[in-house]
């Protein structure tokens, strides 16, 4: 299985996007940009990855599966790919309009729109002192230098194959990304940020009711948090949310 350069696209919104037609390019001009023809929907704070010659499946692979959003979706291309020492992204709506663009550089990177990240793959990078293949940027708001994705840190991950560290899926945290069921027994799963402190909550509605807690405070040792919970017997169902606690 092969690795290739990919980046992300968030929903910072409130209303749900639909991205048929919009154009993504490493250049200026939207007549030679690509097309997403993928009939997609983005949802308010959703993240979708744009990856360059790989399928869903094969994304997932690499990843791997357990750590990423069940619902991840995935747009491949075939194109123009990162340049290792420096590079812009362009994304235009349907209509044309210019609605995010964001450069980087080779030991100087500035990003002044945080929806757009960066991952170098392929090649390596004197960047941050040290090689950055295989490693991801993230970029904060009117930040002047692109920072590099740490292990466990602001939730990111190292790949189920080969070294990759990035949280591809993972914009807004902290975020459920899965569970196990068994019987009355349920494993809850959230990607979270190393060193804060959680709390989970449930009611039986997903609108009503109470929310009601254990008091049990997790504190998140690395970049996700799992924790079981029993269900009381002549329960049929269960809404969690989780509070991340000052």
């Known amino acids: 299985m092969r690795t290739a350069e990919w980046w992300e696209l968030t929903n910072l919104g409130t ?6 037609r919009f154009r993504h390019f490493d250049g200026p001009l939207p007549s030679g940009a690509i097309e997403i023809t993928n009939n997609l929907v983005i949802q308010p704070s959703e993240s979708v990855v744009v990856v360059e010659g790989l399928t869903r499946d ?3 692979r690499w990843w791997g599966q357990t750590n990423l959003p069940p619902d991840l979706q995935v747009i491949t291309y075939h194109g123009y790919g990162l340049d ?3 590079e812009p992204i362009f994304v235009w709506s349907a209509a044309g309009t210019l609605l995010a663009a964001v450069s980087y550089r080779s030991g100087s990177q500035r990003g002044d729109d945080p929806i757009l990240c960066p991952c170098y793959i392929r090649e390596a990078n004197p960047m941050c002192g040290y090689s950055m293949s295989g490693h991801s940027l993230f970029f904060a708001t009117n930040a002047v230098n692109g920072q590099c994705s740490e292990e466990n840190e602001n939730g990111a991950f190292r790949a189920a194959a080969y070294h990759d560290v990035g949280s591809p899926g ?3 945290l902290p975020r459920f990304f899965g ?3 068994s019987g009355s027994n349920v494993t809850l799963r959230w990607r979270a940020v190393k060193g804060r402190n959680y709390q989970v909550e449930w009611r039986p509605e997903v609108e009503a009711g109470v929310w009601a807690t254990d008091g049990v405070i997790h504190t998140a040792q690395g970049s996700t948090v799992e924790t079981p919970d029993t269900l009381p017997e002549g329960t ?5 949310r989780l509070r991340e606690l000052p």
């Open 84 to 86: 290792p020492y420096g």
């Open 58 to 60: 094969q994304f997932i």
């Open 179 to 181: 569970y196990d069921l």
């Open 236 to 240: 049929t169902r269960r809404f969690y």
């Open 170 to 172: 993972f914009f807004v």
């Open 15 to 20: 209303n749900a996007i639909r991205l048929n």
